[in-house]
């Protein structure tokens, strides 16, 4: 698939500056992003799913006291002649890894302020050609990945910003930010109307929820500058969207018809966390085999 220089992404923001209050303890001294799942922490999924998109940029989004988000994608020089010496070549190959997936740089969020105000904060790392720029959540894993690649396809088609959706159960619906949409030749893109963060399930004006992946024009960032502090007293990123649409700027949904798990709360991290293991070679068959032991006892 070819794209043109003015619709196709090299920069993804990851923000990862907040206080992730549903993992304290924990998050007083280790930031959620860097939680293994199994091995490997969330964000080293997210950044290798920008990478396959076609991203060669990734902006990391931190705050003072969360350096170490970015340090796991630094390389680490002594690590590796260690291993090197050990013949450790699975485990060298493992630690160059996320180093070596594209190039990232720093923004900081000085007060987590919302998304919306996150994602405002990676503004000046955008270079002049940037005409749009995908934004990923670090805890949230999009399952299986490629959803990036279509959103990227839609925008080429329609301009504007594109979104990604889950069909989500009515009666979960608000938990989510939910788009009005209407549709389009393509059952799995949407045009969206208009956009509301957490509404009650019969307010909601469909089942579609946004999903953690964002490709917006550039034009997000004037309207960042525009909103004020909407729900839970934050900048959200869905008041800067709706903004938008309701200048007229195309925006569309690409409705991902496939998994999805919400590393940002102990139970839904804790089900990746058995579902990436429960296919992992070393650690699979012994754990399926005491689950159902444990389970079964019950
Ligand atoms: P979340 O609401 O899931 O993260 O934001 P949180 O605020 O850290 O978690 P809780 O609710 O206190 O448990 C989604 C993403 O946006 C980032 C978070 O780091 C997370 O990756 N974020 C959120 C920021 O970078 N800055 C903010 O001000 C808010």
């Known amino acids: 698939m070819s794209m043109s220089a003015s619709t196709a992404f090299t920069a993804a923001i990851v923000p990862a500056a907040g206080l992730g209050t549903r993992f304290l303890p924990t998050t007083k001294a280790v930031p959620k992003e860097l939680l293994p ?7 080293e999924y997210v950044a290798r799913e920008a990478a396959e998109a076609g991203a ?3 902006i990391i989004v931190t705050s003072p006291g969360k350096d170490a988000v970015a340090q796991y994608f630094q390389p680490r020089p002594e690590l590796e002649k ?20 594209l190039a990232v740089e720093t923004a900081i969020q000085e007060e987590a302020l919302g998304l ?9 790392n955008l270079r002049p050609e940037d005409e749009a720029v995908a934004v990923l959540l670090p805890d949230d894993l999009v399952l299986p990945t490629g959803v990036l690649a279509r959103m990227a396809k839609v925008r080429e088609e329609k301009g504007g910003t594109v979104l990604c959706a889950f069909d989500i159960p009515r009666e979960e619906i608000s938990a989510y930010g939910v788009f009005d949409v209407e549709d389009t030749e393509d059952g799995d893109v949407k045009k969206v109307n208009g956009m509301v963060e ?5 307010e909601a004006p469909s ?19 525009r909103i004020t502090p909407g729900a839970g007293g934050e900048l959200q990123l869905t008041d800067a969207i709706a903004l938008l649409i309701a200048e007229g ?12 798990h919400d590393l940002g709360n102990p139970g839904g991290f804790l089900r990746a966390a ?7 070679p070393e650690y699979g068959p012994s754990l399926r085999a005491w689950l159902r032991d444990r389970v079964g006892s019950e």
């Open 37 to 43: 799942v199994v091995d490997t922490p969330g964000i």
């Open 198 to 202: 957490k509404p009650p399930a019969d």
């Open 56 to 58: 060669t940029r990734l």
């Open 82 to 101: 260690t291993l090197e010496d050990r013949g450790k070549t699975e485990l060298l190959a493992k630690v160059r890894r996320a180093p070596n997936l």
């Open 207 to 225: 089942t579609f929820a946004a999903a953690g992946r964002y490709l917006l024009d550039r034009a997000i960032f004037d309207a960042l500058k």
């Open 249 to 260: 700027h195309p925006v569309h949904v690409v409705v991902h018809r496939g998994g999805r």
């Open 116 to 124: 919306g105000h996150a994602v405002g904060c990676a503004e000046p």
């Open 274 to 280: 058995v579902d990436f293991a429960l296919e992992h």
